[in-house]
């Protein structure tokens, strides 16, 4: 187990400096960044789904610039998906 978030500023989160790290050194893994996007992903939660989405976006914007190639494009792929899905859980909750 690895920490994902910390806390950022004004209710916003930051990658944990721990995860920062490892993204460093293993961000080139395609095994790691598979793991990784599991864990963004929630199996089960209760009540609105969009404020448990919503936590990664500051992060994985923060990634899109990564200086690890591969982690920079997984982060654009990451938070367009995210966007994605917020998106439409947002147009199912309002029907």
Do not use: M, N
Not at 60 to 72: D, E, K, N
């Amino acid at each position: 187990f690895y920490p994902i978030l910390a806390a950022g500023t004004e209710k916003e989160f930051v990658w944990h400096p721990a995860l920062e790290r490892i993204a460093e050194r293993y961000g080139k893994s395609k095994a790691f960044l598979a793991a990784l996007s599991q864990r963004l992903r929630p199996s089960s939660w209760s009540g609105s789904i969009i404020p448990i989405l919503e936590v990664y976006l500051v992060p994985l914007r923060s990634w899109t610039a990564h200086p690890v190639r591969a982690v920079s494009l997984w982060a654009k792929s990451e938070l367009r998906y995210l966007e994605r899905r917020i998106e439409i859980e947002r147009q199912h909750e309002s029907d």
